[in-house]
Structure formats: structure tokens, C-alpha cells
């Protein structure tokens, strides 16, 4: 298959050196010869798409697509490149349909330029299309795209910021005076005061009163021991 290949790509670059001196259609995109040609109606599945170019392109620039009416890219396989040419395979169970082929070469100065054209397999549609374009700022997003098979511009990876867990503990309170209140964590997690202190309410009179009650009963039990003696004198006389 390679072979035959090869042999379809020589029969194009031959083609290319008799029609170097003639303008086409494609002389601002500098593509001399294709196959299929543009809007070219084939009763025969095609197998390739060969193009050939009026210089050497650098293989590193060198993309080509052929999609079909939905917008899907129908090449099998890689590029067979051949300094001013180049030709791709084609699936094997292609459909009847209408097909864009889009290509990229290097311009000159190193910038991208290309263009597009259609054939179809069985009767064709055409719709509009960018037939020619030329450096950066018209190279289409799926031309910019580095993936040969891409057909549509580079997706760009969305990041997702970290999770941060923030774990919540319980902050201890200050007291008017500036000292941390005591409290104590039960088990179920709520917050249980200490008990504080009960004060005990002073006696009423301190002692000094004490003092006075003890003072009156030593006199009390004083003035009762002098009257019995007195009585008792007084019967003994």
C-alpha cells in the first residue's frame, strides 16, 4: 500500500514540474496540483488526497485535514511527505458526501499560510469557504492546533483552586480584668461552666459581740456565788 502510495506521490510531483509555469487557482497558496481537484465529482470511492506545491515545505509546518460535511476529519494514518508534495489516506468505508480539504504550509518568512477546497464523493454541495489565507493573524484555530488530526483550536485545561479545610475550635473568652473564664468541654461538645465558690455570709457582730455575751455570764455566775455565801454566814451566826 505504501508503495502504491509513493508511486501515486512521483506521478504528482511530475505533474507539478510540467504545470510550474502556469497560474491556477491556488498560485497565492502556492498549490500547483490536487487530486481529487477542486470541486472534482467522483463515482469512485477515493482512497487519497495528494497536493502538490511549486517549492519544498517544511514538514514541521505541513498540516492537512479533509473533513466531511460534519465537520469530521476522515484522514487514517500519517502524511506521506515528499519535499513539495504530500499525500494522506483516506478512510475505507468513506461516505457519499461533499469534503473540505484544508492545508497548511510555511511561508517565505516562516510564517503558516494555506488555503482550502472541496470535491465530493457522488454529487457535491459547496458552501463557502476560506480558499486562501496567509500568516498568523488569519491562520484558522484548528491550522494553530499542533495535533495533525485536530479539528478545532488547542482546548485550554481548566484548574480547579484546592479545597482548604478550616477546623473550628472553640475560642476562650476573657473576664473584664483580663483572665480567661474557666469552662470545661463535655463530651458532647458544649461548654459547661465551673462551679464557683459560694461565700459564706459573715456572723452579725463579729467578735466583738462574742466577747460582750462571754463578759455577762462570768459576772452573772460571780454576782450568784456572792449572794449564796452571804446567806449562808447568816445562818451560821
Not at 7 to 36: H, I, N, Q
Not at 54 to 75: A, E, P, Y
Not at 146 to 168: I, L, Q, R
Amino acid at each position: 500500500m505504501r508503495r502504491i502510495a509513493a508511486a501515486v506521490l512521483a506521478v504528482v510531483v511530475g505533474l507539478v514540474g510540467l504545470l510550474a509555469v502556469e497560474s491556477t487557482a491556488f498560485a497565492s497558496s502556492r498549490l500547483k496540483v490536487s487530486d481529487p481537484a477542486e470541486h472534482e465529482q467522483l463515482s469512485i470511492r477515493p482512497g487519497w488526497v495528494s497536493l502538490a506545491f511549486d517549492r519544498t515545505v517544511k514538514k514541521s509546518m505541513l498540516k492537512v485535514l479533509v473533513v466531511n460535511s460534519k465537520g469530521r476529519n476522515v484522514v487514517s494514518g500519517d502524511l506521506i511527505y515528499q519535499g513539495s508534495a504530500v499525500l494522506v489516506q483516506l478512510e475505507n468505508n468513506l461516505a457519499k458526501d461533499t469534503y473540505t480539504v484544508k492545508y497548511q504550509v510555511d511561508r517565505k518568512d516562516g510564517q503558516p499560510e494555506g488555503g482550502a477546497y472541496q470535491f465530493s464523493y457522488g454529487d457535491g454541495e459547496w458552501t463557502d469557504i476560506v480558499k486562501t489565507w496567509s500568516g498568523t493573524a488569519e491562520q484558522p484555530p484548528e491550522m494553530a492546533n499542533p495535533d495533525p488530526m485536530a479539528t478545532g483550536p488547542v482546548e485550554t485545561p481548566t484548574t480547579t483552586p484546592p479545597v482548604v479545610e478550616v477546623s473550628e475550635e472553640p475560642t476562650p473568652t476573657t473576664t473584664p480584668s483580663g483572665t480567661q473564664s474557666s469552662a470545661t468541654e463535655s463530651p458532647s461538645g458544649s461548654v459547661v461552666p465551673s462551679a464557683s465558690p459560694t461565700p459564706t455570709a459573715p456572723v452579725s457582730g463579729g467578735s466583738d459581740a462574742t466577747g460582750w455575751i462571754v463578759g455577762g455570764v462570768v459576772l452573772l455566775v460571780a454576782a450568784g456565788g456572792a449572794g449564796w455565801w452571804l446567806v449562808r454566814r447568816r445562818r451560821a451566826a
